[in-house]
């Protein structure tokens, strides 16, 4: 049966492509994460759920990835499907010999029942979408436009510490402009009332100004700055980025803006207050001093990892599963 044309959730996940937060209604959020707990204790438990049993997912990644591949992988394993893996298809598979997406898409779609793809170009992830006729495909991100997962997650383990994603004062920092992380995030956030978003970069890394002018109509409030002095004290969540050097055409720019801004203790402690949660989607290059993990409101290597597996298995238990 072809897919559905129809790209937005509205309550029914079950065999969609996930391509942008801007899928999501606040409902569908909500129904996602309701799943999360049941995720974690099956992810406890020493036997694997059945709720992806026969089921074969494939993930292509043609970018580097550490925790969105392997928390994707271990998500299909946990809920007891298998995965059919490719990293670095330009030098392993016949992408290397000049196969178009297209082409690989449907490939793989002869093999499985969903496909998990990372590609470096912004849109690619509709076009392999759009190739594949029958099972639904998950972008993981592409190029410098969007990572839903991650986002997904993101807000999460917001939700998990604030109990809500409205009423919020947060502050994202760093690469605004190359930042796929930042742009699923701000669409997410966009969907609730009355946040505020400090915005702090760079000029050369501002977000663009569609998109700045996109999330300010959506009802966002949002304040650019470019000094750490202007970081509001108390936020509930300071959101760190890294520079994508990978992005920069000319690397001496990379040079003058990477870590123009890192988070110290100095820094943390004068801003932040008791329940300022820190996250970075990671890697870290820097610009996180390593003396304020053991703060336990600094969250990226504790509840924003894990809560990546249990978003990715609830995700994967509604588009997929039998239930
Ligand atoms: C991010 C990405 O790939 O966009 N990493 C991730 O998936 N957690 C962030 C980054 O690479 O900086």
């Known amino acids: 049966m072809p897919k559905s044309a129809n790209s937005l959730i ?23 994460f309701k799943l999360v707990p049941k995720m974690a204790s099956i992810a406890k ?9 026969g089921k074969v997912v494939t993930l292509i990644f043609y970018e580097p990835s550490s925790r969105t591949f392997s928390s994707f992988d271990a998500a299909v394993k946990r809920l007891g499907g298998q ?7 330009l030098r392993v598979s016949s992408v290397a010999k000049g196969e178009t997406l297209e082409d690989t898409v449907r490939v793989f779609e002869a093999y499985s029942d969903a496909i998990i793809m990372r590609h470096p170009q912004q849109g690619s992830l509709k076009v392999a979408a759009d190739a594949c006729e029958h099972i639904p495909v998950i972008n993981a991100g592409d190029g410098i436009g969007e990572h839903p997962t991650q986002a997904l997650l993101d807000m999460y383990t917001i939700y998990e510490k604030h109990k809500t994603l409205g009423n919020l004062t947060g502050l994202i920092a760093g690469d605004l ?12 956030l966009s969907l609730y009332p009355k946040n505020t978003i400090y915005l702090l970069s760079p000029r050369e890394l501002k977000l663009n100004k569609s998109d700045f002018k996109l999330f300010k109509d959506r009802g966002l409030h949002l304040i650019e700055i ?22 920069f055409k000319d690397l001496a720019i990379y040079e003058k803006v990477k870590n123009r801004y890192i988070v110290t203790e100095k820094i943390f402690n004068k801003y932040a207050g008791a329940r ?40 994967l238990s509604l588009v997929l599963g039998k239930n």
């Open 83 to 89: 995965t059919v893996t490719m990293q670095d298809p």
């Open 45 to 53: 438990k020493s036997t694997n759920s059945k709720i992806l049993c």
């Open 177 to 188: 402009l190359n930042g796929r992380t930042v742009h699923s995030l701000l669409r997410g």
């Open 10 to 32: 509205k309550g029914k996940y079950k065999g969609k492509d996930i391509l942008t937060l801007d899928q999501f209604s606040i409902q569908d959020v909500k129904v996602l």
């Open 226 to 247: 470019d000094s750490e002095y202007d970081i509001p004290k108390n936020a509930h969540f300071w959101y760190w980025t890294r520079v994508q050097k990978e992005r």
């Open 276 to 315: 300022t949660y820190l996250m970075h989607p990671l890697p870290r290059v820097g610009e996180i001093g390593i003396e304020i993990d053991s703060d336990p409101r600094a969250l990226y290597l504790r509840s924003q990892v894990r809560n990546g597996m249990y978003i990715r298995m609830a995700l």
